[in-house]
């Protein structure tokens, strides 16, 4: 199995040790044990954390990390130059990971920063200089692949304890200089911490959703108040009440039964209103707009004068995990100095024609856009600033290996 894929969430089960519990018997290794994120106690980390596949059941939740990872991972990743025009993204930028699509390695990053706050890219042959761009002068990374924050255990000023997994699926922890890692830290996200108690509450209400379907009415007694019935009249009569109940609303008895109803039923108890209001607090965790999570409030919807402004909505909650990305991307051990990496929103903020109409119509008539500049935005023929097919700047094998592009 790969050495950086498995997840030490699955680890923690019904029958797992507890931190507070020691080693098990017969574990020699002490990675063998369920590691923690960050170095933190092993109690608060029991305590404080809702595990990452018990959290992606919550169907709101899954819909809001999806909806933001899957959003950054569409969009076009570009490299700008020191004059703010595009140019062709070094090969590592297009695709950091060899065996992995951007696209993917992208979404699963921006997952990693939604629900912990931090994510992680480990460039496998950093005490190799096959590893490395440019390893003579400037280094940057030539490959990496994703580490989940779940394997990191420690970090320091020194740099990374990281769980490697052997051929038994067992972790043992190495130990990595800061220089092969690539962190990206969103203090927008680590809603596994922050969240706890709004994705518990959502568990209980799907746990109490799935009860009322096994048994959509509340519990009942029958009692006899006629002659005695033999054991086999009994289990009759409580199958023909369990038949008709599923079938019908309303029920009929003899004048020798009496009928008492246990519990609430979910209207009783405000079930569906609760697990509304459980979405609403996903949505106030996440950033994302409640109508994307299918509740509105007080019965709004999607409608043409509202799109808009939920996709800016949307924009400002995608907005911190973007920048987290671009920001990293933008050191030296990445791209050189003066190069930035920049994400193009321009797709996804494209709703509205008539806005955007309006917007370009204001900006030519106050001379800021040219006409052409328009509709460049819109697609509609080549942005003057596009990269050519030749880089200028001799690509990662060219004549200019300085270190600058990289």
């Known amino acids: 199995m790969p050495l950086w894929s498995r997840s030490v969430t699955a680890a923690r089960r019904e029958d797992a040790p507890r931190p507070d519990e020691g080693t098990p018997e017969g574990v020699s290794d002490v990675g063998a044990v369920v590691p923690n994120p960050f170095g933190m106690a ?8 809702v595990v990452r596949d018990q959290a992606l059941t919550v169907p709101a939740f899954r819909r809001a990390v999806q909806l933001i990872s899957s959003s950054i991972a569409n969009l076009k990743l570009q490299q700008i130059g020191p004059d703010g025009k595009a140019v062709i993204p070094v090969p590592f930028l297009r695709q950091p990971d060899s065996k992995s699509t951007t696209q993917a390695l992208l979404a ?11 994510a992680y890219w480990l460039n496998p042959n950093w005490n190799s200089a096959s590893g490395w761009r440019f390893a003579d002068t400037v280094k940057k990374h030539r490959d990496i692949v994703r580490i989940p924050p779940e394997d990191v255990a420690k970090v320091t000023h020194h740099g990374f304890t990281i769980y490697k997994y052997d051929d038994q699926g067992i972790p043992h922890p190495i130990e990595v200089p800061l220089e092969a890692v690539i962190m990206f830290e969103a203090p927008a996200g680590h809603w596994l911490r922050d969240g706890a108690r709004t994705i518990q509450t959502a568990q209980l209400l799907e746990d109490a959703v799935r009860n009322y379907a096994k048994t959509p009415l509340p519990s009942a007694i029958i009692r006899n108040q006629g002659a005695r019935k033999t054991p086999q009249q009994v289990q009759e009569i409580l199958a023909t009440y369990e038949s008709a109940r599923a079938s019908r609303s309303t029920g009929y008895v003899g004048r020798d039964l009496d009928i008492t109803t246990l519990g609430w039923s979910a209207q009783d108890i405000a079930l569906g209103e609760a697990r509304a209001a459980c979405v609403l607090d996903i949505s106030r965790l996440t950033g994302v707009p409640p109508l994307y999570l299918a509740q509105g409030i007080q019965n709004s919807s999607h409608q043409y004068a509202n799109l808009t402004q939920q996709r800016i909505d949307l924009h400002a909650a995608i907005q911190p995990f973007a920048t987290a990305i671009e920001q990293r991307l933008s050191f030296d051990d990445v791209l050189g100095a003066g190069y930035t ?8 903020l494209r709703v509205d024609p008539m806005m955007r109409a309006d917007w370009y119509s204001t900006l030519i008539a106050a001379g800021v856009m040219k006409p052409e500049q328009a509709a460049a935005f819109e697609q509609l023929e080549p942005t003057p600033d596009a990269p050519t097919s030749v880089d200028p700047h001799g690509g990662i094998e060219g004549p200019n290996r300085t270190g600058t592009t990289g």
Do not use: H
């Open 108 to 118: 699963r990053t921006v997952e990693d920063l939604c629900l912990w706050g931090t």
């Open 42 to 49: 092993a109690q608060a980390w029991w305590d404080s954390y």
């Open 341 to 348: 990496a920049q994400f193009d929103f321009t797709p996804f």
